[in-house]
């Protein structure tokens, strides 16, 4: 699996990926769950220009855009760690390969020691997907849980 940032995107595919998050299925999952504006997606993307606490990156399985895996509030080694897969993709387990990839690119490339993932107590599917790459669970509330996972430095989960 390949990451491309997604500030070295065509527009075209910038485009899908505007689709993707618009998506009944990703909005569902995602913490805001509004429709974003063409414009505001233009202008997100945009500004990763200049700041570093936010990395996002397009997702790439033998040729076929996967997903997106994205890095926030990234300070002192560690970062909260989003990921959402391609709503029209047929590929399946996709969820756990994103956030294992993400992780060996979090130490291998971003030098990270720390991942945060926060999730909708609902969305089961996800959460089996992150205990299964050896996040666990910090806090919780009455709607989100808060994992956690410390890295090793050879990049294994």
Partial sequence: MDFIDFTMLSRKILNDIYIWRNSDIVRSNSFNKNEISAHEHREFVKSLNEDMTKKYFLAVLNKEPVGVVGFTDIHNGTANLGYYKNPF???TGMGKLLIKKACEYAVITMNLELL????FKTNLISIH???QCGFTENKRDNEIIEYMLRLNKDGRI
């Fill in 89 to 91: 993709t047929k590929k």
């Fill in 116 to 119: 945060i993932m926060k999730v």
């Fill in 129 to 131: 997907c992150i205990t």
